[in-house]
């Protein structure tokens, strides 16, 4: 039964290649794939939370030696939310693409950047966490560069070099845990790694790595204009999963394996980051001209909401509180990645049906693509993190950490992000909803619309009120790495 | 033993660290794109000088097997930086 | 579940659902549009007359489901709760009926009829609330709810209002989230328990509940119009007459100040608010808005306007009331809610008539306007004498009360004053304008040239008023009998009060 762990990562891969050999039909090719994979990230995930962590030595051979597979709560859950958002964005993205060229080109590398995802969040050693990184990097990219636009091409250019970076950076801390410790193995290193020089030296390295792929205050300028000119489906797909997945490594580096060589001081610096980023992206949001821009700065935001888990985690105790905190963190997540590329899909087909996606000139849009604004207002109220989104539990949870922890710092600065998030959410209600003259709309499309509106309602409503089981399921020993069954 | 990991070792921090500055400083497109590669280069060698154990043993394979996929990996981004490159100049040959 | 856990949850889905429907249905579907309002208000009546009759006999009736580890999301009838509700679902039905004349003909009336239930749906959830964590959620979303309908025409200067609106009510959102959430964590889940239940925890520091009490107070007082927190309601006045109906009576201002009670009552207890001293700086700041809001009453010539200052004055009362301990000040402030929401609601549907049928907007074009809407301008002399506080119209009640508590309390050597002045400032605004309408000749080249169609007050525009202003007198004709809103009000005090 072990063996269900290849089918997140075979299913996408097998597919890719289908498409790319049978051009004509990618598109089936490609929604089939979406849904097998669903089907089996759900399965994943039902026997997980049923029989607790799963573990597979690939090829049998020894873990060490060769590449282990492992899913616990977290990562199945993580798992589950990038297939359902992926199936959604490539439903969209049937109505985007119109010409027979541009689905060929699209779908293989949906594909193949779907493949290294779920490789990535069910990678058990360094070796393979290094070469899904890397995958999930280039076929983003290329992703980025579709349509061939000048800026998204440059956009993607500066994404690419940055990003091969930061692997390197990532490469050069693998190779200074393997000196130091001989093994590659995460389970391994998790009972060897010490307080000591080249822990913290092969920490740093990685971690800068992977906070350059995050896109963590200040080393999120590249950020911006590769998602603001990717293709719609793209940005969504960029904004709520591959930057997720740079943080899902660090999570886990963070709390598990590295847990006893990580610091206080580290874990306030990349508050304070966090900080900056809430502050200043949702400042740049606000003043953003176009939608899509926005929504970039935007997600540099919340990004930074998820930074400032870590010195208050650091800070309690082991015990319910802190499980409870870190509930929040994943909820925190998983509302942005449903709400943000809700949000992307949504302008996307403003950008589609108004040629532009200039907000100031959004005039005359909630009458003509009432779906979409809707859409666009429950993305909003999630990314504001007002009830009854899941986001808004999360930042309860976050303001009572900061508060029992005497960390008061947070308070005004999660107030104020809020705040600042509501003002750019509403600045575009309120331009939508002005009545405009002579302004014409194309029929909205059904397979564009939908998808966005479910996104959006699973962010806001679905997160909001049945998120007790998420909290059930992931917290008790969520990221303890367990025994195989 | 331990000179000739530690020379070739660090001979790869530099390398890395060199290639790791020209890739955020220059500003030519080219001349990032052939930092990453030195950088790369700078890692693939101190991961050579980990797997070296002395005269007598075989090699370390773990770490080779990480270099050739690190060479794999280095040789497919340049290919799609220099291909995006390329795409970029026609845009503004138009 | 038995019916009384769900009872609460039906009666905050009876708008919701409708409002949901309503927002896909096509602009032209009014039958079914109005049939769907109708029909989920009265479903929502008697839903509530049951929950009357479960409370009266202090029945349990709470529906509780757990949202996140600690946090239950809390729909509790008590009997607060329950003079809420009805008030809500009670004024609701009828400003339905108003807005279904007033709006004949115009634009996006599904959107409209849409976040007015869900307006309704909100108000009524925080009603119900049964702990600050279900209020605060309701509160959030009564603000979400209430934009649309401030911005609803779409005008620069209604986008502006709603704008202004959004602030001040978001600002208040997060300091009123930040205190609940800072109470929480020093003193555990706390449901509303009459009597307040901060008292009976050993070890919370003074100091620390005096902070979050002024967070508490400072967020619900945006709502509640508190003095300096109102600068958004004149704003606001852009918004549709059944807005500004709905805004004033029942919804926003309402839940602000029921906030303000719950928190006093039900979370602190009066007595422990007492021993804290936060007592006083509360009854300070409302005895100070009551004045100011009458004073800029004045000065207003738009009507609107004006009644807008006259809602910052009154909505005070409640806060007063729960300012002053003793169960008689509580009773007045308590019963307020109910007299101002009535009073309030008939002078808010007078004036959309006003603008509707004659094009009035300022007081000053208001001459002769007794002659020709006799009802209408019946409806508003009722709203009006109460606001002054004359008996027999409910208003005068409210303020005895107050009175008497604030002499029970010892404080009436400025409490007394301050309810004087203030009875003596609503004369002054308001009995010029009845002078005007009744005793002074129309002046024709105001205003009427070639306006409206219709120069006849439909049924739909004139019978909502005039219902409200004969419960506002019943309300104080019949305040002694059972079950109406005084004897309420009573009830209330005396399970506040036995702990």
């Not at chain 1, 051009?23 to 090719?29: G, I, L, Y």
């Not at chain 1, 282990?68 to 199936?87: E, F, K, N, P, R």
């Not at chain 1, 119109?98 to 779920?118: E, I, K, Q, S």
């Amino acid at each position: 039964m072990n063996n269900l762990l290849t089918l997140p990562v075979m299913i996408p891969l097998g597919f890719s290649l289908l498409a790319l050999l049978w051009p004509r039909r990618a598109t089936p090719v490609g929604i089939l794939a979406l849904l097998a994979t669903l089907l089996a990230s759900a399965w994943l995930t039902w026997r997980v939370s049923g029989n607790g962590p799963m573990l597979l030595a690939l090829g049998g051979w020894e873990p060490g030696l060769g590449i282990a597979l492992y899913a616990d709560a977290l990562s199945s859950t993580l798992l589950l939310m990038s297939s359902v958002v992926a199936l959604a964005a490539g439903i969209y993205s049937t109505g985007y693409f119109r010409a027979p060229g541009d689905r060929a080109r699209f779908w293989p590398l949906w594909l193949l950047m779907m493949t290294a995802l779920h490789a990535l969040f069910l990678s058990g050693d360094l070796f393979n966490l290094y070469v899904t990184l890397e995958l999930l990097g280039l076929s983003a990219v290329a992703l980025a560069a579709l349509g061939g636009k000048r800026k998204a091409v440059e956009a993607a250019l500066r994404y690419l070099i940055l990003g091969l970076l930061g692997s390197l950076l990532f490469l050069a801390g693998v190779t200074l845990t393997y000196a130091g410790y001989g093994t590659l193995d995460l389970m391994k290193l998790r009972d060897l790694l010490a307080p000591e020089p080249v822990a913290w030296i092969a920490l740093a390295l990685m971690i800068s790595g992977l906070l350059l792929k995050t896109a963590l205050f200040p080393l999120h300028f590249w950020l911006p204009p590769a998602h603001a000119n990717a293709p719609a489906p793209v940005s969504a797909v960029l904004s709520a999963l591959v930057v997720k997945a740079a943080f899902y490594l660090l999570l886990r580096f963070w709390l598990e394996i590295f847990e006893d060589v990580v610091t206080a001081f580290a874990a306030w610096l990349l508050g304070i980051l966090g900080a900056m980023a809430v502050l200043w992206g949702s400042w740049r949001a606000l003043r953003a001209v176009r939608l899509k821009l926005l929504a970039a700065y935007s997600t540099v935001a919340q990004l930074g909401y998820l930074f400032l888990f870590f010195p208050l985690l650091a800070a309690l105790p082991a015990g319910a509180a802190r499980d409870t905190a870190l509930g929040a963190l994943i909820l925190m997540a998983l509302t942005h990645a449903f709400a943000k590329s809700a949000l992307f899909l949504a302008t996307g087909v403003i950008q589609q049906k108004a040629g532009h996606d200039r907000i100031e000139d959004l005039g005359g849009a909630a009458r003509a693509l009432p779906v979409t604004v809707f859409t666009l207002a429950l993305a909003g109220v999630a990314l504001i993190g007002l009830p009854p989104s899941g986001a808004f539990l999360a930042k309860w949870q976050l303001f009572s950490a900061a508060i029992a922890t005497g960390q008061w710092l947070w308070v005004p600065v999660i107030a104020t992000g809020s705040l600042l998030a509501a003002a750019y959410v509403f600045r575009i209600l309120g331009y939508a909803f002005a009545p405009a003259e002579g302004v014409t709309y194309r029929i909205a499309d059904g397979r564009e619309e939908l998808p966005a509106l479910i996104l959006a309602i699973l962010a806001t409503l679905l997160l909001g009120f049945g998120s007790v089981q998420l909290w059930e399921f992931v917290t008790p020993g969520a990221l303890a790495a367990g025994e195989a069954p | 033993m331990i000179l000739t990991q530690l020379i070739f070792g660090i001979t790869g921090g530099l390398l890395f660290a060199i290639g790791l500055r020209s890739a955020l400083v220059r500003e030519s497109l080219l001349a990032r794109i052939l930092a990453v590669n030195i950088s790369g280069a700078g890692v693939f060698l101190a991961l050579v000088a980990i797997a070296y154990r002395g005269l007598e043993e075989t090699p370390d394979p773990i770490p080779h097997a990480l270099v050739l996929t690190g060479i794999v990996v280095a040789v497919s981004a340049t290919a799609l930086a220099l291909a995006l490159r390329r795409r970029l100049e026609e845009a503004d040959d138009e | 579940m038995s019916f009384n856990s769900w009872l609460p949850l039906l009666i905050v889905m009876s708008s919701l659902v409708p409002g949901l429907v309503i927002f896909l249905l096509r602009e032209e579907s009014h039958a079914l549009r109005t049939l769907l309002n109708l029909f989920g208000a009265i479903i929502k009546l008697l839903l509530v007359g049951l929950l009357i009759w479960g409370v009266y006999h202090a029945e349990v009736i709470e529906t509780r489901w757990t949202l996140a580890p600690g946090l239950d999301l809390v729909l509790h009838a008590d009997a607060l709760s329950v003079l809420f509700v009805t008030l809500s679902t009670l004024l609701w039905l009828l400003t339905t009926i108003y807005a279904i004349g007033y709006l004949e003909n115009a634009p996006h009336r599904s959107r409209f009829f849409g976040f007015f239930s869900l307006c309704v749906t909100a108000t009524v959830g925080l009603a119900l609330a049964g702990n600050l964590f279900t209020f605060v959620i309701f509160y959030e979303m009564l603000t979400l709810a209430t934009y649309p309908l401030v911005a609803h025409k779409g005008s620069p200067e209604a986008l502006r209002g709603a704008r202004i609106y959004l602030a001040y009510t978001l600002s208040g959102g997060i300091l009123l989230l930040i205190g609940t959430i800072w109470l929480r964590n020093i003193a555990g889940p706390l449901d509303f328990a009459q009597g307040g239940i901060l008292g009976s925890i050993e070890g919370l520091d003074p100091v620390v509940l005096g902070i979050i009490f002024l967070l508490l107070i400072t967020g619900l007082g945006v709502k509640a119009a508190l003095f300096p927190l109102h600068g958004w309601l004149p704003q606001a006045m852009v918004a549709p007459a059944p807005v500004s109906a709905l805004l004033h009576a029942v919804a926003v201002v309402k839940a602000g100040a029921f906030g303000i009670v719950r928190v006093v009552y039900d979370v602190y207890g009066i007595e422990f608010a007492a021993s804290l001293g936060l007592l006083t700086p509360l009854a300070v700041a409302a005895g100070f808005t009551i004045v100011y809001g009458s004073l800029r009453a004045l000065s207003q010539d738009h009507l609107k306007k004006r009644l807008a200052w006259s809602t910052v004055s009154q909505v005070s009362y409640i806060a007063l009331g729960a300012a002053i301990l003793g169960p008689l000040a509580t009773i007045g402030g308590v019963v307020h809610l109910v007299h101002q929401g009535l009073m309030k609601i008939t002078l808010f549907f007078a004036a959309g008539n006003y603008a509707e049928t004659l094009g009035i907007h300022k007081v000053s074009e208001m001459n002769g306007v007794g002659r020709r809407m006799p009802g209408t301008t019946l409806a508003f002399t009722i709203g009006a004498l109460g606001m002054i506080g004359l008996p027999p119209v409910a208003g005068f009640i409210s303020k005895w009360y107050l009175g008497l508590g604030a002499v029970e309390a010892g404080i009436a050597a400025w409490i007394l004053p301050v309810l004087i002045a203030s009875s003596l400032l609503n004369a002054a605004y308001f009995l010029p304008i009845l002078y005007r309408a009744w005793f002074l000749r129309a002046d024709d080249s105001l205003a009427l040239a070639g306006h409206r169609e219709r120069t006849v007050t439909p049924p739909a525009l004139l019978w909502p008023p005039l219902i409200t202003a004969s419960l506002a007198l019943a309300a104080g004709l019949f305040a002694a009998a059972p079950y109406s809103p005084l004897e309420w009000a009573q009830l209330i005090a005396e399970r506040e009060y036995r702990q």
